[in-house]
C-alpha cells in the first residue's frame, strides 16, 4: 500500500529536550516535504527537499532541521523545542514527474507535538 | 509574494444541496498547480482535486469541481449534492512549478452539512 508514515503520532516534551519526527515513504517520490498546521493559519512549509541530499526553507523553517540521506526518509528534527512550536506536524510526498493527477501531494497522518 | 486567501472561515450547506468553497490566489509564476484538500475531525489531509495553471478546461473529480477563473485568479471548489460526510474543513493550496516543492496553504474554510 502506498503511503507516508510518520512517528511518533503524538508526543509530549519539556523545552529545550531535543527530538526527531521520522517520515518515510514507499512510493520512491522525489520529493518530500514538513509542514505544520495551527489554528486559523492552515499549513505552512517548514522545510522541503527535492531529491536525496538537496533539501531548502519554506516559509516558517527557524527552530528546525531536516536532512535527506535517503530518498524514502526525511526526519525533521528540532533541537531545542520550545514551547511556540507545539502544533501539528505533517509530512508529504510527491513524484517529480505530474501524473494524471497533477502533482499530488500524499500525506502522513500527522504527528501532534505538545512542548511544556 | 505567493499568497492564497479563502474569505469564508464557515460555512452552513442543506443535505443534497450544492456548495462553493472560494478561493482567490497571488503569484507572478507562470506555471502553477492549485490544489484542494479536505480534513475531516479525524485530522488526516485528504486530496480532493488539482487544476494546473494552463489547463485549459477546469478539473472534476466525481462530486467536485474545480472553477479555474485565471484572469480573476480565483480557484473555486464546488461540491455537487452536499453529504454529511463532506462536513470537514477544507484547504485550498497552491504550488509553484518553478519553485521546487515550494507550497502555500489557505488558512481553510470549516463546511458544515445539516440534515
Known amino acids: 500500500e502506498a503511503q507516508v508514515t510518520q512517528n511518533p503520532r503524538y508526543l509530549i516534551t519539556v523545552t529545550g529536550k531535543k527530538l526527531t519526527v521520522t517520515c518515510s515513504q514507499n512510493?520512491?517520490?522525489?520529493?518530500m516535504s514538513w509542514y505544520r498546521q495551527d489554528p486559523g493559519l492552515g499549513l505552512r512549509q517548514i522545510y522541503y527537499s527535492m531529491n536525496v541530499e538537496v533539501t531548502d526553507k519554506g516559509d516558517v523553517p527557524e527552530g528546525y532541521k531536516v536532512s535527506r540521506k535517503e530518498k524514502r526518509n526525511f526526519p525533521l528534527i528540532l533541537e531545542s523545542p520550545s514551547p511556540n512550536q507545539t502544533s501539528l506536524y505533517f509530512c508529504?510526498?510527491?513524484?517529480?514527474?505530474?501524473?494524471?493527477?497533477?502533482?499530488?501531494?500524499?500525506f502522513g497522518p500527522g504527528t501532534r507535538l505538545l512542548v511544556l | 509574494a505567493q499568497k492564497i486567501t479563502q474569505t469564508q472561515p464557515g460555512m452552513f450547506v442543506q443535505e443534497k444541496e450544492a456548495v462553493t468553497l472560494d478561493c482567490t490566489y497571488d503569484t507572478s509564476d507562470p506555471s502553477y498547480g492549485l490544489f484542494w484538500y479536505k480534513q475531516p475531525s479525524s485530522g488526516e489531509m485528504i486530496f480532493l482535486i488539482y487544476?494546473?495553471?494552463?489547463?485549459?478546461q477546469n478539473a472534476t473529480e466525481g462530486r467536485y469541481s474545480l472553477n479555474f477563473q485565471k484572469a480573476r485568479k480565483s480557484a473555486n471548489l464546488v461540491i455537487s449534492a452536499s453529504q454529511l460526510g463532506d462536513s470537514a474543513m477544507y484547504f485550498c493550496a497552491m504550488s509553484s512549478n518553478t519553485g521546487g516543492f515550494k507550497t502555500i496553504f489557505g488558512a481553510g474554510t470549516r463546511l458544515f452539512v445539516k440534515a
Open positions: 508529504a510526498s510527491r513524484p517529480r514527474v505530474s501524473g494524471s493527477n497533477g502533482e499530488t501531494q500524499y
Open positions: 512510493m520512491n517520490h522525489e520529493y
Open positions: 487544476q494546473g495553471s494552463y489547463d485549459q
